[in-house]
């Protein structure tokens, strides 16, 4: 295993009085650098086989084994469409995707910058959604196709069948291996010994990765780090490569709620 101290951590201190002053600015950094990753900056082998789905189950597996009740969990991914190069374009793959996916629901949305599709499939125990969105950027047009799949509870036997669909799904819709994010949630019942920053910590070392930047504040913390678990990289600001975020956050009531996603976490915490 890679060691993860906490005082591996601390002696940086000043990154994390740095990003205490402003982290408003750095949240907004991590948004831009999901859209940076999905446009192709996300360093990947492509995923094969069941290689997509490991993070997410390494991920509720760790956080189970701390003793947390999990709860949502989202997949994502999406490919630039280098075919779809006008309206007529836009059009004929959408009438190919309500044809191939019926079981879909489709929707048509537009404005002048943007037009899009969205088919939504809402099975049991979790929701696919793919969208097929074209914008305009001065005068040319850019189409990309999106794929998520949500859950509101996390069960392994839910997830199995799950992960089924989306191979499945996904296997049709994309023309090459495509990356994959995925974030899940959990909930910690009463105070831990240490504080939040000890249990991050300790989560760090469980999945046997590097801390890169982190925001530390009296009721959060949020850590950027990289694991050698899974292939995919996202390179940070410091030209250090991440692949794992969490973020840990204490409620009402004595519990934490803690999000983990990789390359970083793409819902709200």
Excluded at 52 to 66: R, Y
């Amino acid at each position: 295993m890679f060691p993860c101290p906490v005082a591996t951590i601390t002696s940086k201190e000043r990154k994390g009085t740095k990003m205490r002053k402003n982290p408003i600015c750095w949240l907004m950094a991590l948004v831009a650098a999901v859209l940076l990753l999905a446009a192709g900056q996300y360093r990947t082998e492509g995923a094969r086989g069941n290689e997509w789905s490991e993070p997410l189950e390494m991920m509720a597996h760790t956080l189970a084994q701390h003793g947390a009740s999990l709860g949502r969990w989202v997949v994502y991914t999406r490919e630039y469409a280098h075919d779809i190069q006008n309206d007529a374009d836009f059009f004929k793959k959408m009438a190919e995707f309500k044809q191939t996916y019926r079981s879909f629901r489709w929707t048509f949305h537009q404005t002048s910058h943007w037009q899009k599709v969205i088919g939504t499939n809402e099975h049991s125990f979790f929701r696919e959604q793919i969208q097929l969105v074209m914008t305009v950027t001065n005068g040319t047009p850019q189409t990309y196709i999106l794929y998520e799949a949500t859950g509101p509870t996390w069960s392994q036997a839910g997830w199995k069948e799950a992960a089924q669909h989306i191979q499945k799904t996904t296997n049709g819709l994309f023309v090459n291996h495509s990356t994959f994010f995925a974030c899940i949630e959990g909930e910690f019942s009463g105070n831990m010994e240490g504080g939040l920053f000890d249990q991050a910590s300790q989560l760090l070392r469980d999945f046997q990765a590097t801390p890169v930047e982190w925001l530390r504040e009296e009721s959060l913390v949020s850590l950027s780090a990289y694991t050698g678990q899974w292939k995919n990289v996202l390179p940070a600001a410091n030209h250090q490569p991440i692949n794992l975020q969490l973020a840990l956050r204490e409620r009402l009531g004595g519990k934490t709620r803690v999000v983990a996603g990789t390359p970083i976490i793409t819902i709200e915490y």
